[in-house]
């Protein structure tokens, strides 16, 4: 029996950039602006895309870029309030859009009061054991030190053995599973004990069995740590590693090693897959828009839950750089409404439309048919048909195998029997099964 989970691709998107919401310095606390309502303005652009989810980043108090909670339970008064959060739920029920929230369960901000509590009260704060501390020669006064996240000072480390913590990362997800919405992103998940997570998530599933949970991992034994934490997925940096070097680099074998690690997942969970968020170059930045069709083409073929990140079917840019704001660029304002479609958003149409019509892709095997350093045949197949995937980087045409190809479903290619042709630059998207349109 299928569900809900099988069938959703995400539209990812950054609420406080996305909203226009200032991160520096954020705007006084307990000031309320309804910025949320922005974001109901795009659903039906997410709709007309073919999508049906949206995974939302932070979208709790905090006083810059919402990864420095200070209230689980409190929309960001940037954004708006919970009258403007039920707004949401309901535009996005009425279109058939599942909503994600982003769980920042590492760390929280100094400002939120269980730590206050400890820099006012010291070791005999009723919170002092959710943190990890070094209270050693400390005085009244004297600034608390505690273990931060990745050397980021004003995100304070959760200690995650305390079960103060479980609770209360068990209570925010069941508070917002039960105003409706669907699923959970847990940030920086590879920096918390799987144990952690097997403690709090079946307590969660308990009253919500169909919520779909998954981790970010950036690195390391991705099918390890979905067992040890009962996570349902994790975020597959390196398919998207694969996507982003094969084409920058025009190194395609590196993708062919990735696709290969991606099938050896695909028997534990099915990996929740990208080419393009919150935390990276956008994807036009990194490969050049002419490429974004290539990679969105590998995206929505090989097995996994994907994702768009809000922007990239307009081949928007945006560079990452490693300074104070340096995520700004990636995480622009948008317009109030939708700009007129172009061609790469009937693009991400069409291979959309070819992930919906079959829905076994989500969790079947991909094999390399054939490999260059700048050419590349994907098949992925199940007992039920074959979708074949041609990539050419070269500035020159490309004569490679069409396998068991019979129609050409998305971007250019000609048939010739066990052939297939590729402009320059070129890329498709083929079946073994459909029957070309009648004419």
Same mark, same amino acid.
């Given at each position: 029996?299928?569900?809900?989970?099988?069938?959703?691709?995400?539209?990812?998107?950054?609420?406080?950039?996305?909203?226009?919401?200032?991160?520096?310095?954020?705007?006084?606390?307990?000031?309320?602006?309804?910025?949320?309502?922005?974001?109901?303005?795009?659903?039906?652009?997410?709709?007309?895309?073919?999508?049906?989810?949206?995974?939302?980043?932070?979208?709790?108090?905090?006083?810059?870029?919402?990864?420095?909670?200070?209230?689980?339970?409190?929309?960001?008064?940037?954004?708006?309030? &919970?009258?403007?959060? $039920?707004?949401?739920?309901?535009?996005?029920?009425?279109?058939?859009?599942?909503?994600?929230?982003?769980?920042?369960?590492?760390?929280?901000?100094?400002?939120?009061?269980?730590?206050?509590?400890?820099? %006012?009260?010291?070791?005999?704060?009723?919170?002092?054991?959710?943190?990890?501390?070094?209270?050693?020669?400390?005085?009244?006064?004297?600034?608390?030190?505690? $273990?931060?996240?990745?050397?980021?000072?004003?995100?304070?480390?959760?200690?995650?053995?305390?079960?103060?913590?479980?609770?209360?990362?068990?209570?925010?997800?069941?508070?917002?599973?039960?105003?409706?919405?669907?699923?959970?992103?847990?940030?920086?998940?590879?920096?918390?004990?799987?144990?952690?997570?097997?403690?709090?998530?079946?307590?969660?599933?308990?009253?919500?069995?169909?919520?779909?949970?998954?981790?970010?991992?950036?690195?390391?034994?991705?099918?390890?740590?979905?067992?040890?934490?009962?996570?349902?997925?994790?975020?597959?940096?390196?398919?998207?590693?694969?996507?982003?070097?094969?084409?920058? &680099?025009?190194?395609?074998?590196?993708?062919?090693?990735?696709?290969?690690?991606?099938? $050896?997942?695909?028997?534990?969970?099915?990996?929740?897959?990208?080419?393009?968020?919150?935390?990276?170059?956008?994807?036009?930045?990194?490969?050049?828009?002419?490429?974004?069709?290539?990679?969105?083409?590998?995206?929505?073929?090989?097995?996994?839950?994907?994702?768009?990140?809000?922007?990239? %079917?307009?081949?928007?840019?945006?560079?990452?750089?490693?300074?104070?704001?340096?995520?700004?660029?990636?995480?622009?304002?948008?317009?109030?409404?939708?700009?007129?479609?172009?061609?790469?958003?009937?693009?991400?149409?069409?291979?959309?439309?070819?992930?919906?019509?079959?829905?076994?892709?989500?969790?079947?095997?991909? $094999?390399?048919?054939?490999?260059?350093?700048?050419?590349?045949?994907?098949?992925?197949?199940?007992?039920?048909?074959?979708?074949?995937?041609?990539?050419?980087?070269?500035?020159?045409?490309?004569?490679?195998?069409?396998?068991?190809?019979?129609?050409?479903?998305?971007?250019?290619?000609?048939?010739?029997?066990?052939?297939?042709?590729?402009?320059?630059?070129?890329?498709?998207?083929?079946?073994?099964?459909?029957?070309?349109?009648?004419?």
């Amino acid at each position: 029996m299928t569900s809900w989970r099988d069938h959703v691709i995400w539209w990812h998107l950054y609420p406080l950039g996305f909203t226009g919401a200032p991160v520096r310095p954020a705007e006084p606390v307990g000031e309320i602006t309804h910025r949320l309502g922005r974001i109901e303005a795009w659903l039906d652009h997410v709709v007309e895309l073919g999508l049906n989810g949206i995974a939302l980043g932070p979208i709790f108090a905090s006083r810059t870029h919402g990864y420095d909670t200070e209230d689980h339970f409190r929309i960001d008064p940037r954004l708006g309030d &919970d009258a403007d959060f $039920d707004r949401l739920v309901a535009a996005a029920r009425r279109r058939g859009i599942r909503l994600q929230l982003d769980g920042v369960f590492n760390h929280l901000g100094r400002t939120h009061p269980a730590f206050r509590a400890l820099e %006012e009260q010291g070791p005999a704060a009723p919170t002092a054991g959710m943190f990890r501390v070094d209270w050693s020669g400390w005085r009244p006064g004297d600034p608390v030190e505690a $273990d931060v996240f990745e050397g980021h000072d004003a995100l304070v480390a959760l200690d995650h053995s305390s079960p103060a913590v479980a609770d209360l990362v068990t209570d925010v997800m069941l508070h917002w599973l039960d105003r409706g919405v669907d699923s959970w992103r847990l940030d920086a998940a590879y920096a918390v004990p799987p144990s952690f997570w097997a403690g709090v998530l079946p307590r969660v599933r308990a009253r919500h069995p169909e919520a779909w949970i998954s981790g970010e991992v950036i690195r390391g034994d991705f099918a390890d740590v979905v067992q040890a934490s009962t996570m349902d997925s994790v975020t597959q940096y390196e398919l998207w590693q694969g996507l982003w070097h094969g084409i920058a &680099d025009r190194n395609l074998f590196e993708l062919a090693h990735a696709v290969k690690r991606h099938n $050896d997942l695909l028997a534990t969970f099915v990996p929740a897959t990208f080419a393009g968020n919150h935390d990276v170059t956008r994807l036009a930045s990194a490969i050049g828009a002419d490429f974004v069709p290539h990679a969105m083409a590998v995206l929505f073929t090989v097995a996994g839950v994907p994702s768009v990140y809000a922007g990239d %079917e307009y081949a928007w840019t945006g560079v990452k750089e490693h300074r104070h704001g340096g995520d700004d660029a990636v995480r622009p304002e948008f317009p109030p409404a939708p700009p007129a479609p172009g061609d790469l958003f009937h693009t991400h149409q069409t291979l959309i439309g070819v992930r919906r019509r079959h829905p076994w892709l989500v969790r079947a095997h991909t $094999d390399v048919v054939h490999l260059e350093n700048r050419r590349i045949v994907l098949r992925t197949a199940t007992g039920t048909g074959a979708i074949l995937t041609a990539l050419n980087l070269d500035d020159t045409p490309a004569g490679l195998p069409a396998a068991d190809a019979r129609t050409v479903l998305a971007g250019s290619a000609t048939l010739n029997g066990p052939d297939l042709r590729l402009p320059a630059r070129g890329w498709a998207v083929l079946s073994s099964g459909d029957q070309p349109p009648r004419a």
